[in-house]
């Protein structure tokens, strides 16, 4: 029985879980953009936009050596 009351509110809150989410819009990257974030270990890093392909933002971040690609859809 309490299986069936379970499966029965997961059911009941799916559909209000799903409409809360909102969508969010990804920021407008144009080269030479920069901004600074913290790491789990609270180390500051900066990452600069260097180049924008046709489906890519290539980021180089401060104190790596190599450059990341970041796909543009969210």
Excluded: C, H
């Amino acid at each position: 029985m309490k299986k069936v009351i379970s499966l029965s509110l997961v059911v009941l809150f799916i559909p209000v879980i799903l409409y809360s989410q909102d969508k969010v819009e990804a920021p407008a990257r144009n080269v030479g953009d920069k901004w600074t974030d913290k790491d789990v270990t609270g180390s500051t890093f900066t990452n600069e936009v260097v180049r924008i392909e046709e489906d890519l933002f290539i980021l180089k971040t401060t104190g790596v050596q190599y450059l990341s690609g970041y796909d543009k859809k969210p």
